[in-house]
């Protein structure tokens, strides 16, 4: 079951989820991070190690702004 994202609260873009599998400084890596991004405005979550943290991140993000 995938949760569905919201579009962005800034801009109104369908968000993208972005896998990334090298991510943040040298010294805090996470393999195979996952954050919502929007390709418009550059709004973005922060690096989550599974698709739907991301994605549950991003939904209550864009509940409140
Ligand atoms: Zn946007």
């Known amino acids: ?3 569905k994202l919201k ?3 800034f801009c109104g873009e369908k ?10 400084p ?3 890596r996470i393999n195979n991070s996952f954050r919502v991004e929007c ?5 973005s979550t922060y ?3 599974t698709a739907e943290k991301a ?6 993000r864009a509940d409140t702004e």
């Open 15 to 24: 968000l993208r989820l972005q896998n990334n599998h090298y991510s943040g």
């Open 26 to 28: 040298l010294w805090k």
């Open 47 to 49: 690096e989550f190690t």
């Open 1 to 3: 079951m995938t949760e």
């Open 55 to 60: 994605i549950e991140a991003w939904n209550r």
């Open 39 to 43: 390709p418009k405005c550059n709004a």
């Open 7 to 9: 579009p962005c609260p």
